[in-house]
Structures are given as C-alpha cells and as structure tokens.
C-alpha cells in the first residue's frame, strides 16, 4: 500500500509539472532500471509532443535559437511549458524583430508559456496558460550604469524579481500574490530598461491578434502607458511586476 501511495503521488506531481513526466513514471514502473528508463521515455515522450501538438494548435517555441527570440531557460523547455498557439509564436516573432530593428541587439526572452496538450490544463502556478493562447516574457534590464543587459534577467529565470510600487491589494496569506521578500535583497541591482520595455508593450498594445495584457498599475504609471488592453490581473493572482504576460 506504501508503495501504491509513494507512486499515485510522483504520477501526479511529475504530471502536474510537466504534463507528460507521470505517463514517463507508469512506463517505468514496468522496468528494472527504473530511473533510466523514466528519463529515456520522458525524452521520447518530450520529442513526440512537438509532433502532436500541432494538431492541438500548439507549437513548440525553440529553446536553440540565437534570433532576436529566445526562450529565457532550458529550464520551460525540459518541463514542457514552450508551447503556444501559432498566432502567439507569430505575434513574438514579429515583436521580437520589430524591437531588435528599432533597438539593434535586443533579446526578447520567453518565459512560461503552456503545455503541449488538452485545453484546461493547468499550468501551475498559473491561473490561466491553460490553452495555449498566453505567455510570459522577462522585462528589459539596464546595469546601475544604464547600459542595456542583452538577454539577461534579475533571477534565474526571469519570475520573483519584482520591482517595488504602491499597490492597493491587502496582505493575505490564502492567495498567489507572493511578495517574496526574503529573495529580494538576493538579485541583482538592476532597473527595468525603460525605452525598450515600453516599446514592447507599445507594440503588443497596437497588435490586433493582442487581447490583453497584464501589467501592474504602478508600472504603467511609471512607463506612462495606459488603454484599454492594459488590465490588473487582480489581488488573488501572482504580481505582474517581474514580467509582461498577453494573450490572444
């Protein structure tokens, strides 16, 4: 019975991170050589699915390119959080390459995107990035001597570094508003590169395939931006101040 519970729970885990590592498990339970085999049928699995996934209008983002975009770790690839819906690649690629030509050296840098399959999925932490159609991208950060950082963010990858503004949301404990306060002093002293930044969300902001996109207000305030696709994700969901999510 231990071994039943011990196994129920790595199959839910494994699943609920990467989609596909618990069916990875199940195939290896059969085997002697247990964790071999769960690493070899995880890959295989992994490289199946950017096969597949087309047929679900998802699309896998690549985790190899040197173009203007790039995922930000190896890390949302190895999980399976790469994938989106054709008109979101579409939409980065263009953002990517229109702020690289206005700002020459530019990396755009993804962040969790979604899973491979089955819409309504969650994508923990996630709220939504249950279908495909949104995803995160790090902010553009400038040195303490203002000099752009190409490809860089405050933490390894690229979430909980946040930049520090008024807010009206309340202290509670039951939510995924994370302040994190103890990571804080630990990332880089770095500032939000603000030309590119607001270039950025200037463009997804005039891109008709763009629904919504959250910021934090003090952001937009800061950046002086402001329309009616700018939205506050609100209090119960995770900060918006360490990097711009959109949606189709």
Known sequence: ?????????AFVVLTMLTQLGGFAW????ACKWRISVFIGAYILLSVMATFVAPHFSRVPLSCMSDSPLAVQSWF???????????????????????????????????????FPFLTGFPLLPHLSHDDGRKVDIAFYYRNAQGGYL??????????????????????????????????????????????????????????????????EPHLLARLRLDGPKFRFQGCNAARHDDHIHFQL
């Open 150 to 215: 190409s490809g860089r963010t405050r933490s390894p990858i690229g979430y909980f570094a946040f930049e520090q503004g008024p807010t009206n949301c309340p202290d509670r404990y039951l939510d995924l508003r994370w302040d994190l306060d103890l990571l804080q002093p630990v990332w880089p002293d770095w500032q939000i590169e603000p030309k590119r930044t607001r270039f950025a969300l200037q463009t997804l902001a005039s891109d008709p395939r763009i629904g919504k996109i959250f910021v």
């Open 76 to 114: 949302y690839c190895v999980m399976n959080r790469n994938y989106v819906h054709p008109d979101i690649r579409a939409a980065l690629q263009d953002l990517a390459t229109e702020i690289d030509n206005t700002y020459p050296g530019t990396k755009t840098l993804v962040l969790d995107a979604n």
């Open 1 to 9: 019975m231990k071994k039943v519970c011990v196994h129920s729970i």
């Open 26 to 29: 199940l195939i290896a339970l």
